[in-house]
C-alpha cells in the first residue's frame, strides 16, 4: 500500500469554478502534511500546510484535515487558469525513517483550468 | 533571502559515467533533503542530510550517494550511470528538518543519461 495517495486526474474545470483535490495516507500516526503546486518543467512550490484536524484558508486555498478517516483535501475556490498545474500531497511520517526530515509525496493530480 | 540553489541546472551523461550535483541551501538552513522525480515514479526520497550527517536514506541503491559541508551545502554523487538515472533531481532545504517545517525546493537539475 502506497503511503500517500491522490486521484491522478485529470481534474477540468472551467474558470470561476471551485477545484476538489483529494488525498489519502496510509499511516495514522502521520503527522503533517502539505500541498505543493508544480507547475510543468518547474519545481514544487508550498501551498499549504495543516496539522491539526479541521479546515485552514489562506486566500482562495482551503486545506482540510480529517485524522479520523485519514484523509487531507485542498479546495481552490474562483479558480484561474494560472492554477492550471499538479498539485502534489505530501505528508510526513516520524515512525518511518527515524527523522522528520523526509517528505512522502502522492503522485500528483494534474488539474487544469479552462477559460 | 535567496532561495535554494542548484548547479549544474542541466546535464547529459551516458551510461557508465559519474555525476556529481550541488545544492546549496537557504540561508541558515540546516537540513538539506534529497529526491527524484520521474514520470513512472513520482516525487522520491534519496537522503537527508543534517549538519554533515546523513540522517535518513530512502530505498536507492548505493551508487547513489551524498554528503553536507561545514556550510550545509550538499552534494550528491550518482555512479556508474544507467539510463533509468534520467530524472529531475530535487533538494529541498529546512531549518532543521523537524515535524512542521517546510521543505523549500531549488529548482532542480535535470539529468539526461544516454
Known amino acids: 500500500q502506497k503511503e500517500v495517495e491522490q486521484n491522478s486526474g485529470p481534474l477540468s474545470v472551467p474558470e470561476g469554478a471551485i477545484a476538489s483535490l483529494n488525498c489519502t495516507y496510509s499511516d495514522r500516526v502521520s503527522q503533517s502534511f502539505f500541498w505543493y503546486r508544480q507547475y510543468s518543467g518547474k519545481s514544487p512550490e508550498l501551498i499549504m500546510s495543516?496539522?491539526?484536524?479541521g479546515d485552514k484558508e489562506d486566500g482562495r486555498f482551503t486545506a482540510q484535515l480529517n485524522k479520523a478517516s485519514q484523509y487531507v483535501s485542498l479546495l481552490i475556490r474562483d479558480s484561474q487558469p494560472s492554477d492550471s498545474a499538479t498539485y502534489l500531497c505530501?505528508?510526513?511520517?516520524?515512525?518511518?525513517?527515524?527523522?522528520?526530515?523526509?517528505?512522502?509525496f502522492g503522485r500528483g493530480t494534474q488539474l487544469t483550468v479552462w477559460p | 533571502k535567496a532561495g535554494v540553489t542548484q548547479t549544474p541546472r542541466y546535464l547529459i551523461k551516458t551510461r557508465g559515467q559519474q555525476v556529481t550535483l550541488s545544492c546549496s541551501p537557504i540561508?541558515?538552513?540546516?537540513?538539506v533533503s534529497w529526491y527524484q522525480q520521474t514520470p513512472g515514479q513520482g516525487l522520491q526520497f534519496l537522503f537527508e542530510?543534517?549538519?554533515?550527517?546523513?540522517?535518513n536514506k530512502g530505498n536507492f541503491p548505493g551508487r547513489f550517494s551524498g554528503r553536507q559541508f561545514s556550510n550545509s551545502r550538499s552534494e550528491m554523487n550518482v555512479s556508474t550511470l544507467e539510463l533509468g538515472d534520467s530524472a529531475l533531481y530535487l533538494c529541498?532545504?529546512?531549518?532543521?528538518?523537524?515535524?512542521?517545517?517546510?521543505?523549500?525546493f531549488g529548482p532542480g537539475t535535470r539529468l539526461l543519461v544516454l
Open positions: 542530510y543534517f549538519s554533515e550527517t546523513q540522517r
Open positions: 529541498a532545504s529546512s531549518l532543521e528538518g523537524s515535524s512542521q517545517e517546510t521543505q523549500y
Open positions: 540561508s541558515g538552513h540546516r537540513s
Open positions: 505530501a505528508v510526513k511520517n516520524p515512525r518511518r525513517g527515524s527523522t522528520l526530515g523526509r517528505l512522502y
Open positions: 495543516i496539522y491539526s484536524n
